[in-house]
Nanobody, 121 residues
Framework: QVQLVESGGGLVQPGGSLTLSCTAS????????MGWYRQAPGKQREFVAT???????NYADSVKGRFTISRDNAKNTVYLQVHSLKPEDLAVYYC???????????????WGQGTQVSVSS
């Protein structure tokens, strides 16, 4: 079973920065896309950013220009650099990985346990 382990969350002041990491228990080259999602208190989980195996990135409008997603295949790790944090960025951030089953070809999702990002002065 694939495991995704997030780290790097914490408490920062508005305008601060963090780097979140998501390390997989196996080669991330097997995933055609990986990404970050977040869930704020009382809200639905929402898309933040994704990166494909080829390095194509996509961002939610609310984080464009402030967040950067990247991947290091050698370390089996995906990163999310978050800058200029706002109070509305407070959420649990989850790592996601998608690949196709080798038997059926059906897509399958894997999720990490989440890491908390808190923004407060």
């Amino acid at each position: 079973q694939v495991q995704l382990v997030e780290s790097g969350g914490g408490l920062v002041q508005p305008g601060g920065s963090l780097t979140l990491s998501c390390t997989a228990s196996e080669s991330i080259s097997s995933f055609y896309i990986m990404g970050w999602y977040r869930q704020a208190p009382g809200k639905q989980r929402e898309f933040v950013a994704t990166i494909t195996g080829g390095g194509t990135t996509n961002y939610a409008d609310s984080v464009k220009g402030r967040f950067t997603i990247s991947r290091d295949n050698a370390k089996n790790t995906v990163y999310l650099q978050v800058h200029s944090l706002k109070p509305e960025d407070l959420a649990v951030y989850y790592c996601n990985a998608k690949r196709f089953r080798s038997t059926s070809g059906a897509p399958v999702d894997y999720w990490g346990q989440g890491t908390q990002v808190s923004v407060s002065s």
